[in-house]
């Protein structure tokens, strides 16, 4: 079988010559100038990468034999992006006024959301963010919908790429215009995680907006069908007073004294879930995190000062989430972070720890920005950087000038760092998409 689908598509090697950068863990990465990825073809229009390393190495073992050559060579390729967390449905309310969270969700985020209960306005949306993913460069990630089930549908059929995604539920505490009942809530998680299995996400809002019933009845669905878990957990701090006051209410929860315990209470917290933000979490919450394994998406632009166009939620200590070992990766959280690409966001992270000096490098961003994701969602085995095996998933870019004794760190500063650069160039950084060899996107 195999040998007669080589034939049939008389495939041949592809050959990319371009510096590129290769990340692996938080301090360790390569760097390659004047490299080559090696891509073997797969089925019909598909690539794995087979080999890389110097161009001069990579040609004289594979370059006798027909060959086709891909000339990158004055640029720089990294893999694609997994964004961990955004929310496809707040594309119009990313720069809307933030004075505070609670605000912002009702004055602007809900009513927009509600828009999508139109199927046609949710496919012309979907279809433009879709282009919009690919132009960024972010192939991957875990992603929210309205409650809408078809904006869910939509998302899966738009995006190219590896994503999760999930409606959000909204049983209670949510306007009318922007609420199903538990029953229907239910009902529709039941009928996408069967549809999408892996690649659907449980997705309660959080806590105030989605009942413990509905979330516990939820996860079991979720656990049968294999799907992921997400919500977000204590953003800013009046949001957790108001989770406190709601649920110190409800029956069974009378005596909960954190956040992240209403939801270990509704059975959500696993190694298939992933809490968006978790910036003001007590050492046993952590605890419960490192215990059931849950994942923490962190979002440096959302979190960010308002002067930064984010929501002023605070800074999310990563030093004391890995030393309670409990994975994570960044996240936009679009519509909260202003801009889709995951450049800005490692920039904000970078920028916000700068005076902390604690660690928060570009390299580790790198990292952070992909295959930590893709190791979350159990894709690292296929996808998040280039080591030889996996899809060839890659973003081409404009290579910095080289420098003497550079390093990872100081291209990707170079790149992010030019000071004429604005904010909303990084969102056309990227020259060339490629997903699983076939190129998706090219700047003209
Ligand atoms: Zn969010």
Redesign the pocket.
């Known amino acids: 079988m195999k040998k007669a689908a080589t034939k049939k598509y008389n495939r041949r090697l592809r050959i990319i010559c371009c510096d590129y950068i290769n990340p692996q863990k938080d301090n360790k990465s390569s760097l390659q100038r004047n490299g080559a990825i090696v891509l073997t073809p797969v089925g019909k229009s598909q690539f794995k990468i087979l080999d890389l390393g110097p161009v001069e190495k990579m040609f004289k073992k594979h370059g006798q034999k027909e060959v086709e050559v891909m000339d990158f060579s004055t640029q720089l390729v990294i893999p694609t992006f997994f964004d961990m ?1 955004f ?1 496809w449905v707040q594309d119009a309310v990313r720069l809307m006024p933030k004075d505070s969270l609670l605000e912002w969700l009702s004055k602007y985020t809900w009513p927009y959301e509600a828009k999508f209960k139109d199927k046609k306005y949710a496919s012309d949306k979907a279809k433009l963010f879709a282009r919009e993913l690919v132009r960024v460069g972010t192939l991957g990630g875990a992603c ?1 919908s309205s409650l809408h089930a078809h904006s869910t549908d939509l998302a899966m059929k738009e995006f190219v790429g590896d994503f999760i995604v999930g409606n959000v539920l909204m049983d209670m505490n949510s306007p009318d215009y922007l609420t199903h009942s538990t029953k229907e809530g239910l009902k529709s998680v039941e009928t996408l995680a069967k549809k999408y299995k892996e690649r659907y996400a449980l997705t309660p809002r959080f806590a105030p907006t989605t009942s413990p019933e509905l979330m516990k009845a939820g996860a079991s669905v979720a656990r049968k069908n294999k799907s992921f878990i997400q919500t ?1 957990l204590s953003e800013t701090k009046n949001e957790i007073d108001y989770v406190l006051s709601i649920y110190k209410k409800l029956k069974g929860f009378e005596k909960v004294k954190s956040y992240t315990e209403i939801y270990e209470k509704t059975d959500i917290l696993s190694s298939k879930t992933i809490m ?1 933000h978790g910036i003001y979490l007590s050492d046993s919450e952590l605890k419960t995190l490192a215990k059931t394994k849950t994942a923490i998406a962190h ?1 440096p632009t ?1 979190n960010a000062p308002v002067k930064e166009l984010g929501l002023g939620s605070g800074l999310f200590d990563f030093n004391k989430t890995e030393k309670f070992k409990i994975r994570w990766a960044l996240g936009s ?1 679009i519509g ?1 972070g202003p801009f889709l690409s995951m450049f800005d966001v490692m920039k904000s992270f970078v920028q916000q720890n700068k005076k902390k000096k604690n660690g928060a490098t570009y390299e580790k961003a790198l990292y952070r920005a992909t295959l930590a994701g893709a190791e979350i969602l159990n894709l690292d085995k296929e996808a998040g950087n280039l080591n030889v095996g996996k899809w060839a998933n890659f973003l081409v870019l404009p290579a910095p000038k080289i420098k003497k004794d550079e390093t990872t760190e100081s291209v990707l500063k170079l790149l992010l760092e030019d000071k004429k650069q604005q904010r909303t160039d990084l969102d056309f950084l990227v020259e060339h998409t490629f997903y699983k060899g076939e190129l998706f996107y090219s700047k003209v």
């Open positions: 967390h929310h929210y977000h968006g979002c959302s959280d909260g």
